[in-house]
T-cell receptor
Framework: SAVISQKPSRDICQRGTSLTIQCQVD?????MFWYRQQPGQSLTLIAT?????????ESGFVIDKFPISRPNLTFSTLTVSNMSPEDSSIYLC???????????FGPGTRLTVL | QKEVEQNSGPLSVPEGAIASLNCTYS??????FFWYRQYSGKSPELIMS????GDKEDGRFTAQLNKASQYVSLLIRDSQPSDSATYLC????????????FGSGTQLTVLP
């Protein structure tokens, strides 16, 4: 499976600020995904990011709040904008596997908003 | 809404026993099914995938799929304390390209 890294691994931010999370993979992949995992909860898909096209957002998530970039086949960023304490969560990126159906996850970014 | 349901547990089994984890899904057209293991404070790790009815074995793990009953399970034989984790069932619903819908997870504790 691909080696996936995320930066930062964790951060503590003030209300009203924004944080950009980076996801880097060691091989080219078509599809990258961004998830949120709130404390004690399962994973919720935020959006799907394909290189060269706009990200596709799931119900309940909007581009103004979670802008995503996908400049090439190995990198993506997710920005959490105008943060509130409710945004405190773990944010995970994932990439499709070689079979095209399974996904592999990065180590996650633990965000705390005060 | 396409749902994936799991018993949240916690499920406790003694070391050496068989742990049985269950998952049901609502979308009859789903074709791909996955089990992930998530240790506390870590990200999910893929441990099994299954695409056709029946059993698929990989070491101590066996995934079972019954599409007619919309049911997928994971058996862990000879459970070890290191198997203690949350197990997430994930389904690729029909018409959703490659997205996955995750269940809420079952917390498994293997007692020494």
């Amino acid at each position: 499976s691909a080696v996936i890294s995320q930066k930062p691994s964790r951060d503590i931010c003030q209300r009203g600020t924004s944080l950009t999370i980076q996801c880097q993979v060691d091989s080219q992949v078509t599809m990258m995904f961004w998830y949120r995992q709130q404390p004690g909860q399962s994973l919720t898909l935020i959006a799907t990011a394909n290189q060269g096209s706009e990200a596709t957002y799931e119900s309940g998530f909007v581009i103004d709040k979670f802008p995503i970039s996908r400049p090439n086949l190995t990198f993506s960023t997710l920005t959490v904008s105008n943060m509130s304490p409710e945004d405190s969560s773990i944010y995970l990126c994932s990439v499709e596997g070689r079979g095209g159906l399974e996904q592999f996850f990065g180590p996650g970014t633990r965000l705390t908003v005060l | 809404q396409k749902e994936v349901e799991q018993n949240s547990g916690p499920l406790s089994v003694p070391e050496g026993a068989i742990a049985s984890l269950n998952c049901t899904y609502s979308d009859r057209g789903s074709q791909s099914f996955f089990w992930y293991r998530q240790y506390s404070g870590k990200s999910p790790e893929l441990i099994m995938s299954i695409y056709s009815n029946g059993d698929k074995e990989d070491g101590r793990f066996t995934a079972q799929l019954n599409k007619a009953s919309q049911y997928v399970s994971l058996l862990i034989r000879d459970s070890q304390p290191s198997d203690s984790a949350t197990y997430l069932c994930a389904v690729n619903p029909s018409g959703s390209a490659r997205q996955l819908t995750f269940g809420s997870g079952t917390q498994l504790t293997v007692l020494p």
